[in-house]
């Protein structure tokens, strides 16, 4: 739940409030809970707990947060009371755009090095794209090993529950703010001393709802009924599949509107479905970069989308089928309708 107002009631059952009440240290650092409003709903402090965000730096790059997310949370620990334990939100605005043009290859990276998604155009534009993207994901990466060399100073490490995940799909076109395999589809890694098999990789669908259980069976707090996540702690010993349902995915809110005037690399999704080519959508940040609109790229893109109809169904892509698509087309001039 977000882009939204907190319910005035609060009568939500919040996992951070639980731990809070069964005597938890709880608190976040960078992003908490949002976008949305939960001042009007008499909540003393965001759902994700009490803030953290004193402690600054400066950030090496434009668009990166200057919050110093590893001495924030070192904050967070001192504040305890001796052994008691505690839940820590760090909510990393890396990488998210705006992408500082050029900072990937500014440090190191090699256009060469980069491989593109099979529905991206394989042009240098974008791979110094991904390379600027992945210079924000090792600057988040940096500060977690800070975090873990934290726990592990203060022997905390193994027994504490650490999860990695995002919000969505990276801030790219056909992935964030999309249904596809690249918006709905995100990392998650989750490490609990020698109560998690290192390495183990497991298959099974899961969501973010089932968070929520599995750290309040994991604090042997009672799961109110209302929550409708499930555990993840029966992974741990090794079960798998355990008559779990696939999670649902929809596109609501953020989908790509058909503009007064053509975009400039000619073609463009119909805003009823975000199916076919290349979509824009805002809430990816690609929209507004430069780099997703310079005549050739346009040209790439219009071979990246005629490969995609005549592949309905790419190995590293699943297409939806029967999507109802209206584009562009800049040779004729008009909008088309295509099977």
């Known amino acids: 739940m977000n882009h939204t107002v907190w319910p005035p009631e609060n009568d939500i059952a919040l996992y951070t409030d639980l731990l809070g009440e069964a005597g938890y240290r709880v608190g976040y650092t960078g992003k908490p809970w949002g976008p949305g409003n939960w001042k009007g ?90 390379a600027d993207y992945a210079f924000e994901i090792e600057h988040y990466d940096k500060h977690l090993g800070r975090m873990l060399d934290l726990l592990e100073q203060r022997g905390e490490l193994d027994n504490t529950i650490v999860v990695c995940t995002a919000d969505n799909g990276m801030a790219f076109p056909r992935a964030k703010a999309t249904i596809y395999d690249y918006g709905a589809h995100v990392p998650l890694a989750i490490r609990w001393g020698d109560r998690v098999e290192a390495g183990r990789k497991i298959d099974d ?37 355990t008559n ?32 076919g080519g290349l979509p ?14 310079p005549p050739r790229l346009g040209l790439a893109l219009g071979r990246s989308h005629r490969r995609l109809r005549r592949h309905r169904r790419r190995p590293d892509q699943d297409l939806p089928l029967g999507a109802s698509r209206r584009i562009f087309d800049t040779r004729q001039g008009r909008l088309r309708q295509t099977p």
């Open 41 to 130: 709903s008499g909540r003393q402090d965001n759902p994700a707990g009490p803030v953290f965000n004193q402690i600054k730096l400066t950030p090496p790059g434009e668009g990166i947060s200057n919050v110093d997310y590893a001495a924030n949370f070192e904050a967070f620990l001192d504040g305890r009371s001796g052994d008691q334990p505690f839940c820590f939100w760090a909510g990393f605005m890396e990488p998210h755009r705006i992408f500082e043009d050029g900072i990937g290859v500014r440090h190191g990276k090699t256009l060469d090095d980069i491989t593109t998604p099979g529905f991206f155009p394989d042009v240098n534009e974008v791979r110094s794209d991904l």
């Open 205 to 241: 669908f899961v969501s973010f709802p089932d968070f929520a259980p599995t750290f309040l069976e994991a604090a042997g707090t009672p799961v109110p009924r209302q929550m409708t996540g499930r555990s993840l702690l029966p992974y741990s010993s090794g079960a798998v599949r």
């Open 244 to 275: 779990r349902p696939g999670p649902q995915c929809g596109g609501l809110r953020h989908r790509t509107p058909l503009p007064r005037q053509p975009p400039k690399w000619g073609r463009l999704s119909n805003a009823r479905h975000p199916h």
């Open 280 to 293: 824009l959508h805002s809430q990816s940040g690609a929209a507004e970069h430069p780099r997703w609109r």
